[in-house]
């Protein structure tokens, strides 16, 4: 019987008959895995999937407001966590944060309080590109004065 490696867990299994191109294992990590990979893949092509899916979100956050804050409330080790990885994507995209700046606007998409209020003016908004944030619909940006208030 053939054997195959996973493309998750990269330990040797044996593929079902009924799946000839069965590339991960039947273990839950390995399938949450590659479920994950196909919602990704699913997202960057086909904008009705990805619309779907910002809506849904919306919907459930709608439906549970404070979730996110409880949780983080009541799990105080995933924040901490959560803020590591974060400084870490920032660090790999050259964006780099200081350690001590919070980034609480991180897990929701609403948020757009600036963390130092800007003078009144004309500003470019320029897209920063690279970045691996929790909320995939995020947009960072780097603001240029172009003129004084």
């Known amino acids: 019987m053939e054997q195959r490696r996973c493309a998750g867990c990269h330990k040797l299994f044996h593929p079902r008959p009924q799946s000839p191109d069965q590339k991960f294992c039947s273990a839950a990590e390995c399938q949450r895995e590659r479920k994950r990979r196909w919602q990704k893949a699913r997202r960057a092509a086909d904008a009705d ?17 404070g979730y996110w804050r409880a949780y983080r409330r009541k799990h105080p080790q995933y924040v901490i966590t959560n803020r590591h990885r974060q400084h870490e994507r920032d660090r790999a995209a050259q964006r780099i944060v200081p350690p001590a700046a919070p980034r609480p606007d991180l897990a929701n998409e609403d948020v757009s309080e600036a963390f130092m209020p800007l003078e009144a003016g004309t500003y470019r908004m320029i897209p920063v590109t690279g970045g691996d944030l929790a909320n995939e619909y995020a947009w960072m940006v780097k603001i240029a004065v172009l003129s004084g208030g």
């Open 49 to 65: 999937y990805r619309d779907n899916d910002v809506q849904a979100n919306r919907q459930w956050r709608s439906r549970h407001p």
